[in-house]
C-alpha cells in the first residue's frame, strides 16, 4: 500500500498543486476584476466631473500602476478644479462686468456681474460675438480705457467705463482679451445733474445786470459775468482788475478797495467807487465776498459784485435840489408877501397922488413913473409867486403869450448881462391852453436857460407863438430858437433823458433834470416837444398845446401853413 501510495504521489502532488494554480488564478481573476470594476467607476465619476471618488489599488502589477497613475491624475484634477473654482467665485464677486473675448471677438468667458448688468444669462453670452454688446470690436492694443456703452437685452443704452488688455500668454498669440466695465449710470447722472444745475447757475449769473466779477489775489480777473463784458470786451479776463476797470495804472488805495479787505481779513466788505465808463461818469456800490478757499481757508478767490448806483445817487441829488427849491419857493413866496403891503401902499398913494394933481405939474410925470414901477413890481412878484408855487394853483384858461412874458419879466436881466438879446414874435389873438401857469413858465424857462447857456458871448434867441389847427383840432405853437452851435446827432436823441446834460456837473442847477421835468409837464399838457437842431446853425425847440375849447379866436392875419395844418380862425 505503501508502495502503491509512492507510486500515486506525484500524480496527487500534480493535482493538488494545479488545483491550488487554478484557485490561485482564479482568486487573481476575480481581484483583477474588482480592480478593473474600481477603475471603471472611478473614470464613469472622473467623466461626470465628480472629482472626490477615490480610485482603489489592488495589484501592484500594471493594473495597480494604471490605478496609482488613475489616483493621481483624479487628485490634480480636483486640486485644478478647486482652483478654477476659487477664481470662478472670485471674479463673480466682483461688482464689475468681466468679458473675456477670444481672438476670433467670440465671448469665452463672463461673470455674475455682467449676467446682472446685461440682463442675459450665461450661455445667451457665451459664443456670441462681443460686438453684440458695443457695436464695435474690442481694440488689440494691449491696454486701453475709455468710457463706451453696453446694449442690455432689453435695448437699453448702459454708459461704462471700460478698459481691456491682453491675456499673458507663455508664447505665441495672446489667447485673448480681457474686457472689464463699470457701470456708470449713476455717475453720468450726477454728472448730468451737475451739468445742467450748473447751467441754471450761470443763467441766472449772466442774466443779472449787475456786475460780477471772480479776482484772484493778485488782482486778476478770472471770470466775469455778461453785465461786464458787454461793457468792457471778452478781453479783460486775466487783465488786472484795476487797469480793466478803472483804467489805473496802480491798485486801488486799500480803503477804497472792498476786493483787498475781503483778502486780508477773509469778511465781507463793500464800498461805493466812483468810475469813467466808456466816457460817463458812474457810481457803484462794490460788495466783495470769498469764493474759493485754500486748504488752510484762506481765501484764493474772492467774487466782487457792482450795483450801478448812479440813477440812485441823481435821484438823491435831484430830491435835495427840489427841496432846496420848495424851500426857496417857500422863502419867495414869503418875501412876495411881505413886498405886496408895502407896494399896496405906493400904488394907493400914488394914485391917490395923481388923482389931486394937474397933469401940468412937473411932479406928475415922476409920481406916474413911481406908479408903474410899483405896477411892474407887483406883476414881477406875481409871477414870481406863481413859479415857486405851481402846485398850488389849479388848472385853468392860460395865455401862453402872458406866461412867456412873464418868464422874461424874472429873466431879462440875466440876459442882459450875458449879452443875449430876446426876439418876441407873437400872435395876436392866440387861443388860451387849460393848464397851470406856473408849471408852463417852468417849461419855458428851461428852455430859455438852455439857449443862453450855449452862447459864449453874444447871442440870440427867438421866441415864436402861433395858432394852427391839425385835422379840424386846434393847438397852440411855441417856437423857442438861437443861433448857437446846435446840438451833434449822437446827443440830440438823449436831451430829454433824465440826468442827461453836456454841462459840468458839480454844485448848482446843472444835474440833467431840467428837460426831462419839462417834457413831463408838456404831456401832463398833453401836448408835445420836438427839439431840431443843425450843427453851427442853431437849435429850435417846438412846443405843441391843444387850444381849450369855447373860445372865439381872432388873429386871421397869422397864417401859418404845415401840411394839412391850417390857422386857427
Same mark, same amino acid.
Given at each position: 500500500?505503501?508502495?502503491?501510495?509512492?507510486? #500515486?504521489?506525484?500524480?496527487?502532488?500534480?493535482?493538488? /498543486?494545479?488545483?491550488?494554480?487554478?484557485?490561485?488564478?482564479?482568486?487573481?481573476?476575480?481581484?483583477?476584476?474588482?480592480?478593473?470594476?474600481?477603475?471603471? =467607476?472611478?473614470?464613469?465619476?472622473?467623466?461626470?466631473?465628480?472629482?472626490?471618488?477615490?480610485?482603489?489599488?489592488?495589484?501592484?502589477?500594471?493594473?495597480?500602476?494604471?490605478?496609482?497613475?488613475?489616483?493621481?491624475?483624479?487628485?490634480?484634477?480636483?486640486?485644478?478644479?478647486?482652483?478654477?473654482?476659487?477664481?470662478?467665485?472670485?471674479?463673480?464677486?466682483?461688482?464689475?462686468?468681466?468679458?473675456?473675448?477670444?481672438?476670433?471677438?467670440?465671448?469665452?468667458?463672463?461673470?455674475?456681474?455682467?449676467?446682472?448688468?446685461?440682463?442675459?444669462?450665461?450661455?445667451?453670452?457665451?459664443?456670441?460675438?462681443?460686438?453684440?454688446?458695443?457695436?464695435?470690436?474690442?481694440?488689440?492694443? %494691449?491696454?486701453?480705457?475709455?468710457?463706451?456703452?453696453?446694449?442690455?437685452?432689453?435695448? =437699453?443704452?448702459?454708459?461704462?467705463?471700460?478698459?481691456?488688455?491682453?491675456?499673458?500668454?507663455?508664447?505665441?498669440?495672446?489667447?485673448?482679451?480681457?474686457?472689464?466695465?463699470?457701470?456708470?449710470?449713476? &455717475?453720468?447722472?450726477?454728472?448730468?445733474?451737475?451739468?445742467?444745475?450748473?447751467?441754471?447757475?450761470?443763467?441766472?449769473?449772466?442774466?443779472?445786470?449787475?456786475?460780477?466779477?471772480?479776482?484772484?489775489?493778485?488782482? &486778476?480777473?478770472?471770470?466775469?459775468?455778461?453785465? %461786464?463784458?458787454?461793457?468792457?470786451?471778452?478781453?479783460?479776463?486775466?487783465?488786472?482788475?484795476?487797469?480793466?476797470?478803472?483804467?489805473?495804472?496802480?491798485?486801488?488805495?486799500?480803503?477804497?478797495?472792498?476786493?483787498?479787505?475781503?483778502?486780508?481779513?477773509?469778511?465781507?466788505?463793500?464800498?461805493? /467807487?466812483?468810475?469813467?465808463?466808456?466816457?460817463?461818469?458812474?457810481? #457803484?456800490?462794490?460788495?466783495?465776498?470769498?469764493?474759493?478757499?485754500? %486748504?488752510?481757508?484762506?481765501?484764493?478767490?474772492?467774487?466782487?459784485?457792482?450795483?450801478?448806483?448812479?440813477?440812485?445817487?441823481?435821484?438823491?441829488?435831484?430830491?435835495?435840489?427840489?427841496?432846496?427849491?420848495?424851500?426857496?419857493?417857500?422863502?419867495?413866496?414869503?418875501?412876495? &408877501?411881505?413886498?405886496?403891503?408895502?407896494?399896496?401902499?405906493?400904488?394907493?398913494?400914488?394914485?391917490?397922488?395923481?388923482?389931486?394933481?394937474?397933469?401940468?405939474?412937473?411932479?406928475?410925470? #415922476?409920481?406916474?413913473?413911481?406908479?408903474?414901477?410899483? %405896477?411892474?413890481?407887483?406883476?414881477?412878484?406875481?409871477?414870481?409867486?406863481?413859479?415857486?408855487?405851481?402846485?398850488?394853483?389849479?388848472?385853468?384858461?392860460?395865455?401862453?403869450?402872458?406866461?412867456?412874458?412873464?418868464?422874461?419879466?424874472?429873466?431879462?436881466?440875466?440876459?442882459?448881462?450875458?449879452?443875449?438879446?430876446?426876439?418876441?414874435?407873437?400872435?395876436?389873438?392866440?387861443?388860451?391852453?387849460?393848464?397851470?401857469?406856473?408849471?408852463?413858465?417852468?417849461?419855458?424857462?428851461?428852455?430859455?436857460?438852455?439857449?443862453?447857456?450855449?452862447?459864449?458871448?453874444?447871442?440870440?434867441?427867438?421866441?415864436?407863438?402861433?395858432?394852427?389847427?391839425?385835422?379840424?383840432?386846434?393847438?397852440?405853437?411855441?417856437?423857442?430858437?438861437?443861433?448857437?452851435?446846435?446840438?451833434?446827432?449822437?446827443?440830440?436823441?438823449?436831451?430829454?433823458?433824465?440826468?442827461?446834460?453836456?454841462?459840468?456837473?458839480?454844485?448848482?442847477?446843472?444835474?440833467?433834470?431840467?428837460?426831462?421835468?419839462?417834457?413831463?409837464?408838456?404831456?401832463? &399838457?398833453?401836448?408835445?416837444?420836438?427839439?431840431?437842431?443843425?450843427?453851427?446853425?442853431?437849435?429850435?425847440?417846438?412846443?405843441?398845446?391843444?387850444?381849450?375849447?369855447?373860445?372865439?379866436?381872432?388873429?386871421?392875419?397869422?397864417?401859418?401853413?404845415?401840411?394839412?395844418?391850417?390857422?386857427?380862425?
Amino acid at each position: 500500500m505503501n508502495r502503491s501510495f509512492l507510486i #500515486f504521489m506525484p500524480a496527487i502532488v500534480s493535482a493538488v /498543486i494545479l488545483i491550488i494554480f487554478v484557485v490561485v488564478m482564479i482568486l487573481r481573476a476575480r481581484k483583477r476584476r474588482v480592480g478593473l470594476e474600481s477603475l471603471i =467607476r472611478a473614470v464613469d465619476l472622473i467623466g461626470r466631473g465628480e472629482y472626490g471618488a477615490d480610485v482603489e489599488s489592488v495589484a501592484d502589477d500594471e493594473l495597480g500602476e494604471l490605478a496609482k497613475a488613475l489616483s493621481n491624475a483624479v487628485g490634480a484634477i480636483k486640486k485644478r478644479s478647486l482652483k478654477n473654482l476659487y477664481l470662478k467665485r472670485v471674479v463673480d464677486t466682483m461688482d464689475a462686468s468681466l468679458i473675456v473675448v477670444a481672438p476670433d471677438g467670440l465671448i469665452k468667458t463672463v461673470n455674475r456681474a455682467t449676467t446682472g448688468l446685461l440682463g442675459y444669462s450665461e450661455d445667451e453670452l457665451l459664443g456670441q460675438p462681443f460686438m453684440v454688446l458695443t457695436g464695435r470690436r474690442v481694440r488689440g492694443e %494691449v491696454e486701453s480705457s475709455e468710457d463706451v456703452r453696453y446694449m442690455s437685452k432689453e435695448g =437699453r443704452s448702459i454708459p461704462v467705463h471700460f478698459s481691456s488688455s491682453e491675456l499673458a500668454a507663455s508664447g505665441g498669440e495672446a489667447p485673448g482679451m480681457v474686457c472689464v466695465a463699470r457701470d456708470i449710470s449713476e &455717475h453720468c447722472a450726477v454728472q448730468e445733474a451737475l451739468k445742467e444745475s450748473e447751467g441754471k447757475l450761470n443763467a441766472i449769473l449772466q442774466a443779472i445786470g449787475d456786475f460780477i466779477i471772480m479776482i484772484d489775489k493778485d488782482m &486778476h480777473i478770472l471770470w466775469a459775468n455778461d453785465a %461786464v463784458t458787454s461793457v468792457f470786451g471778452f478781453d479783460i479776463i486775466g487783465k488786472d482788475c484795476y487797469a480793466a476797470l478803472f483804467a489805473r495804472k496802480d491798485t486801488c488805495v486799500d480803503g477804497d478797495c472792498p476786493v483787498k479787505k475781503t483778502f486780508e481779513d477773509r469778511l465781507s466788505h463793500s464800498a461805493d /467807487i466812483d468810475v469813467e465808463v466808456l466816457g460817463e461818469a458812474k457810481s #457803484f456800490e462794490c460788495s466783495a465776498n470769498v469764493a474759493m478757499r485754500d %486748504v488752510d481757508g484762506a481765501p484764493v478767490a474772492v467774487i466782487e459784485v457792482c450795483k450801478d448806483i448812479t440813477e440812485y445817487k441823481r435821484a438823491e441829488q435831484a430830491l435835495i435840489q427840489n427841496a432846496k427849491l420848495a424851500s426857496l419857493g417857500e422863502l419867495g413866496a414869503g418875501i412876495a &408877501h411881505e413886498l405886496n403891503s408895502p407896494l399896496a401902499g405906493i400904488l394907493s398913494l400914488s394914485e391917490l397922488m395923481l388923482g389931486r394933481m394937474e397933469r401940468a405939474d412937473p411932479n406928475y410925470v #415922476f409920481v406916474e413913473k413911481v406908479k408903474d414901477a410899483a %405896477v411892474r413890481s407887483k406883476n414881477i412878484i406875481m409871477d414870481l409867486m406863481s413859479y415857486s408855487r405851481p402846485g398850488a394853483e389849479k388848472w385853468r384858461r392860460v395865455s401862453v403869450n402872458e406866461a412867456l412874458r412873464s418868464v422874461l419879466s424874472l429873466f431879462v436881466s440875466e440876459l442882459k448881462t450875458f449879452q443875449v438879446k430876446i426876439e418876441e414874435d407873437y400872435a395876436e389873438g392866440l387861443p388860451e391852453v387849460m393848464g397851470n401857469k406856473g408849471q408852463l413858465m417852468e417849461v419855458f424857462l428851461n428852455i430859455i436857460k438852455n439857449a443862453k447857456d450855449v452862447f459864449v458871448g453874444e447871442g440870440n434867441i427867438k421866441i415864436k407863438t402861433y395858432c394852427l389847427e391839425v385835422d379840424g383840432s386846434e393847438f397852440v405853437e411855441v417856437e423857442i430858437s438861437d443861433n448857437g452851435p446846435g446840438i451833434p446827432e449822437d446827443v440830440i436823441g438823449k436831451v430829454f433823458d433824465p440826468f442827461y446834460t453836456t454841462k459840468e456837473k458839480g454844485g448848482g442847477m446843472n444835474i440833467g433834470l431840467g428837460l426831462s421835468i419839462s417834457k413831463g409837464i408838456v404831456e401832463a &399838457h398833453e401836448g408835445t416837444v420836438k427839439v431840431e437842431s443843425t450843427p453851427g446853425l442853431g437849435t429850435c425847440f417846438r412846443l405843441s398845446f391843444p387850444a381849450a375849447a369855447g373860445r372865439n379866436y381872432g388873429g386871421k392875419d397869422e397864417v401859418v401853413e404845415e401840411g394839412n395844418a391850417e390857422s386857427c380862425g
